[in-house]
């Protein structure tokens, strides 16, 4: 080595050159650590530069990964908003015509009902009178028996219906804790094979152990990253189910607030049509005994005027 003032010492061992026993053997083996430390150096850096690439990409695909889902999941709560409306109109078109038959019955009993219209009238409105309360009586018990059997069924159905939402999250759960301890016996044999390996490859150098610990600390490191991606993987799977489930839940109680309001629709319905009819048919009896009163009232004046012609 040459200093800045032109003096001369060995690269070996620092005395004054040519003063000391050092060999050009020695040299070599001296330079050739100072590579190898060099390379060493560089590989460590290399490394590191492939780790945090590799993390940048864990990242990435995470991001792509939950974005993915959230546009899946988007798409599904539009697809069910117009499953929803399909429905609603589905039910509002079955409602009217329901509501069209139900006047359309009415309306041919009425007509059957007028042609009865023949007896006295103080027994036709007795009798109106009477077959009113008992049709409104079943309306009554029918409503009820359905409204029972709604609330018996709606029981059951929810029942059901969280037993095997429970169910299906269970088995999730389970089928997760299952795969994360086949994961991790995994990991633990291919750390004690790569342990095993690294032993073999380092036996009789130095720091042979330092060097075993260095490597295997950089595979659980590995390890963890893969494992936080599936953990947050096993997490979101778990929650979209949860949710899903919450769903049919609610899409089943509001099947069943619309079983309810459409029984409680339909028996307004027909008491009010029942009253119209029970109102038109009185006004009808009405005007058969005006007319009835009317014919007596013809009757007897014709009687009185054939009495006066035979005089």
């Known amino acids: 080595m040459t200093c800045r003032c032109r ?77 929803d ?18 006047i359309t019955a009415i309306s041919l009993r009425f007509h059957r009902f007028t042609a009865e219209l023949e007896s006295l009238h103080d027994v036709q409105r007795v009798f109106i009178a009477e077959r009113y309360e008992f049709e409104v009586g079943i309306q009554r018990r029918e409503r009820q028996d359905a409204l029972d059997s709604y609330a018996i069924r709606h029981a059951a159905e929810i029942q059901q219906l969280g037993t095997e939402s429970q169910k299906r999250i269970e088995e999730s759960e389970s089928k997760f804790e299952q795969e994360y301890k086949v994961r991790l016996a995994e990991e633990r044999r291919i750390e004690d094979e790569y342990v095993d390996q690294l032993r073999a490859f380092w036996h009789g150098k130095p720091e042979a152990e330092y060097k075993v610990r260095e490597a295997r600390d950089e595979l659980r ?23 899903g489930e919450k769903r049919k839940m609610e ?3 509001v099947k069943q607030e619309a079983e309810i309001i459409a029984v409680e629709g339909r028996a307004k319905i027909d008491e009010v049509e029942w009253r119209r009819k029970r109102l038109a048919e009185g006004k009808w009896v009405e005007a058969v005994a005006r ?18 012609r035979i005089s």
């Open 7 to 83: 003096a001369e010492f060995c690269y070996i061992c620092g005395l004054k050159w040519r003063t000391c026993a050092c060999t050009d053997a020695q040299l070599a083996n001296v330079q050739q650590e100072a590579a190898a430390r060099r390379q060493a150096a560089t590989a460590l850096t290399a490394r590191q530069r492939e780790a945090a690439e590799e993390e940048r990409l864990l990242v990435q695909m995470v991001a792509d990964f939950e974005r993915q889902e959230a546009e899946r999941a988007a798409a599904a709560a539009e697809a069910q908003r117009r499953r």
């Open 85 to 102: 409306e399909a429905e609603r109109l589905a039910r509002e078109e079955e409602r009217r015509r329901r509501e069209e038959e139900r």
């Open 291 to 308: 007319e009835r009163v009317v014919m007596l009232q013809e009757m007897e004046q014709g009687e009185f005027a054939e009495n006066g």
């Open 251 to 253: 899409a089943l109680r």
């Open 221 to 243: 490191m590995d390890q963890d990253k893969e494992y936080r991606f599936w953990d947050s993987y096993r997490r979101r799977q778990l929650q979209a189910l949860a949710e």
